[in-house]
């Protein structure tokens, strides 16, 4: 049972009334929380047959507890992601409002669930640059992006100020900004421990700052979607009117259902979007779009000289469409993006670029051998490699990152397991060195008695 502060519990009261109130705490207290996962459609996952959906996402749904998902193939494989219902909405938002090609931003966007849902549901031919300040969690994000597959992607490790210097780039800009967190306090702790008026009036003050500094490389007409997952006003519809009122920013409605049952702003009038754990099945998510007003034209940002390599010629046949991508080198790993983002990646050099579109090969020795992300990602040229199906056994033992015996030949061999591309092997013959990477494996030995089938 969570036990919530007697300060925060007047601080809802005051926001909701006493009897809407004392319906959210009680749900914040008593209830367990949801479990639902958004499968990757575009890797072949599908939403199990009378699944129970989540209402605002047709790629989601609920579990019916919480399953193992450590032992779960298809999670390491990236055939769906773990994610809360509300966070979601996301991909309902573009769906409506998105119906071309643009340049999205993600700012905050570790640890990639919302971003992986971004990637899911805009138009093709999108380019996503997902970034995170904080470090650990860029790697994090990543890995994480790396799983879901898509080859338009640019993952950064940047300051909202570095971004907000590539003036009227984006089209579109998701801010969902670090907060006081009060909707999360069912299902984690340290939310309720660390919360207090301070840290509101802290975290208000860094969200200010946040878009104050991403605002430029916001285009005229583009839209900002800001979001956090905590009730207060200060955090939510005080920021909203913030860029309204600093920057003229204009509030855009999304439709929604009304047996969805999530709350509408509060005294405010513009649209916003509050998911209350009292109301509908998730954690506590606010929500708004603005569109930004027209301005005069600025200076483009200077790009950084960061010319493309040659592909080696033996990586081409790694790729399904090589002759329109261009090769980036990062440390010893060489990265393939579409031919159609040279410009964006001249831009985005200055920035820390940890990853660009698809992974495609780690150095060794004087030649390559394949990144990880070919095992997942959708622009890898299926057939590029022998492939091994392996059993459940052995597929945790290659997650652990322990060395396996497959009949297969010699060379880099990419594993299967049910048909899901899990990594590659380097097979000697009587063993295989496995490739797994290391940040990636699981630590625990235990083999499950059954194992979990979540699709």
Same mark, same amino acid.
């Given at each position: 049972m969570t036990t919530i502060d007697s300060l925060f519990a007047e601080q809802i009261g005051n926001l909701l009334g006493?009897?809407? &109130? !004392? @319906?959210?705490? =009680?749900?914040?207290e008593h209830s367990e929380p949801s479990v639902s996962v958004r499968v990757n459609e575009r890797r072949g996952a599908q939403v199990p047959a009378? !699944?129970?959906?989540?209402?605002? /996402?047709?790629?989601? +749904? *609920? /579990? #019916?507890?919480?399953?193992a998902f450590t032992f779960d193939v298809d999670h390491h494989a990236g055939m769906y992601y773990v994610q809360d219902a509300s966070s979601m909405f996301i991909a309902h938002v573009i769906r409506n409002l998105v119906d &071309?090609? #643009? =340049?999205?931003?993600?700012? /905050?966007? &570790?640890?990639?669930? $919302?971003?992986t849902a971004a990637v899911q549901a805009l138009p093709e031919d999108s380019l996503v640059v997902a970034n995170e300040y904080v470090a650990g969690r860029a790697r994090v994000l990543a890995d994480n992006v790396m799983r879901w597959g898509n080859d338009n992607v640019v993952v950064t490790n940047a300051a909202p100020a570095a971004l907000g210097r590539l003036t009227h780039h984006f089209d579109v800009v998701a801010a969902d900004v670090p907060c006081s967190g009060e909707g999360m306090m069912r299902k984690d702790d340290e939310a309720v421990a660390q919360w207090s008026p301070a840290l509101v009036e802290q975290c208000a003050a860094r969200q200010r700052s946040i878009l104050d500094d991403v605002w430029p490389a916001l285009r005229p007409g583009g839209l900002m979607i800001y979001s956090t997952c905590t009730f207060n006003l200060a955090e939510n519809e005080q920021m909203v009117n913030y860029l309204i009122e600093h920057y003229g920013a204009e509030p855009v409605a999304v439709p929604i259902q009304d047996e969805w049952h999530i709350a509408p702003a509060i @005294?405010?009038? +513009?649209? !916003?979007?509050r998911f209350m754990p009292h109301l509908t099945r998730g954690e506590g998510l606010f929500m708004a779009v603005l569109r930004k007003p027209d301005e005069a034209a600025a200076r483009p940002a200077k790009a950084r000289r960061d010319n493309p390599v040659a592909m080696p010629a033996e990586l081409r046949q790694w790729l399904m469409n090589a002759q329109d991508m261009m090769v980036m080198r990062r440390g010893d790993e060489l990265h393939a993006i579409g031919k159609q983002w040279a410009a964006d990646l001249a831009l985005l050099g200055n920035l820390n670029v940890l990853s660009a579109g698809v992974p495609l090969a780690v150095a060794k020795g004087k030649g390559w051998m394949p990144h990880q992300a070919l095992a997942w990602n959708v622009a890898a040229q299926r057939g590029a490699w022998p492939v091994a199906e392996v059993d459940y056994p052995t597929?945790?033992? *290659?997650? =652990?990152?322990?060395? #396996? #015996?497959?009949d297969a030949p010699r060379g880099y061999v990419l594993l299967t397991h049910r048909g899901r591309h899990m990594g590659f092997v380097n097979n000697l013959g009587n063993r295989a060195n496995n490739l *797994?990477? $290391?940040p990636l494996r699981i630590l625990t030995s235990h083999l499950p008695d059954t194992p979990p089938t979540i699709l």
């Open positions: 006493a009897e809407q &109130a !004392a @319906d959210l705490l =009680r749900a914040l009378g !699944a129970d959906r989540v209402p605002w /996402c047709p790629q989601g +749904f *609920y /579990c #019916v507890d919480r399953p &071309a090609p #643009v =340049r999205y931003l993600d700012l /905050c966007a &570790a640890p990639g669930g $919302k971003t @005294d405010s009038p +513009f649209p !916003a979007y597929a945790l033992a *290659y997650l =652990r990152g322990e060395a #396996v #015996v497959i *797994y990477p $290391k």
